[in-house]
């Protein structure tokens, strides 16, 4: 996956957590991983337009509790570590803390969800971004990240891009438990995020 930004580009790397579907490695290269143009330190991201690839490693704990007859719901905070691919291997270029809720249905697996993310900097600029993707268990939930806005450097960021989200949800779909906390942990994938920040 490359980071561009209109000058040098740098990167590549790929870190799997689970198994992804052909779908799910074609739109990531995804998914998504998509949560993260805002992570990547002040050197790749200037002014203007860009484009950057990359992924997180994420977790999380919340709760998990019948939502319908055939639904199981899930409510959190996502909280990881964004990796840019650069020529000279992954760089930790930020975190990322996102509000949760995914659905998964107990019948034929599939699932969505939606998420309010902030995104950090290395450098304490910030980024908001909206999430959405939708999926089947153990497949992946394939979405998009679009961005809201921004503080410091990456004030006025806007643009989007597709994002895979492997997790561990779907695991608990046949719970019926009535609410118990579950700890997840995943990863999010994506390629040819792209973003404008305003000169």
């Given at each position: 996956?490359?980071?561009?930004?209109?000058?040098?580009?740098?990167?590549?790397?790929?870190?799997?957590?689970?198994?992804?579907?052909?779908?799910?490695?074609?739109?990531?290269?995804?998914?998504?991983?998509?949560?993260?143009?805002?992570?990547?330190?002040?050197?790749?991201?200037?002014?203007?337009?860009?484009?950057?690839?990359?992924?997180?490693?994420?977790?999380?704990?919340?709760?998990?509790?019948?939502s319908a007859q055939d639904e199981v719901t899930f409510g959190?905070?996502?909280?990881?570590?964004?990796?840019?691919?650069?020529?000279?291997?992954?760089?930790?270029?930020?975190?990322?803390?996102?509000?949760?809720?995914?659905?998964?249905?107990?019948?034929?697996?599939?699932?969505?969800?939606?998420?309010?993310?902030?995104?950090?900097?290395?450098?304490?600029?910030?980024?908001?971004?909206?999430?959405?993707?939708?999926?089947?268990?153990?497949?992946?939930?394939d979405g998009t990240l679009t961005f809201t806005k921004g503080?410091?450097?990456?004030?006025?960021?806007?643009?989007?891009?597709?994002?895979?989200?492997?997790?561990?949800?779907?695991?608990?779909?046949?719970?019926?438990?009535?609410?118990?906390?579950?700890?997840?942990?995943?990863?999010?994938?994506?390629?040819?995020?792209?973003?404008?920040?305003?000169?």
């Amino acid at each position: 996956m490359k980071a561009d930004d209109g000058s040098a580009s740098e990167g590549n790397t790929v870190v799997p957590s689970m198994t992804i579907s052909s779908k799910s490695m074609k739109s990531a290269g995804f998914l998504a991983a998509a949560l993260i143009i805002a992570f990547m330190p002040i050197q790749v991201v200037h002014a203007g337009d860009g484009i950057v690839s990359g992924y997180a490693a994420w977790q999380t704990q919340g709760q998990m509790s019948q939502s319908a007859q055939d639904e199981v719901t899930f409510g959190g905070e996502l909280k990881g570590r964004i990796y840019l691919e650069m020529a000279s291997g992954p760089m930790a270029s930020g975190t990322m803390r996102c509000q949760i809720s995914m659905k998964i249905n107990s019948t034929d697996a599939s699932q969505h969800g939606a998420g309010d993310c902030t995104i950090t900097t290395n450098d304490d600029a910030l980024a908001y971004a909206e999430l959405k993707c939708e999926g089947v268990f153990m497949r992946g939930c394939d979405g998009t990240l679009t961005f809201t806005k921004g503080t410091a450097r990456l004030a006025g960021i806007s643009g989007s891009g597709t994002i895979t989200f492997l997790n561990s949800v779907g695991e608990d779909r046949r719970s019926t438990e009535p609410a118990a906390t579950k700890t997840l942990r995943g990863t999010m994938y994506f390629s040819e995020l792209r973003y404008h920040v305003p000169n």
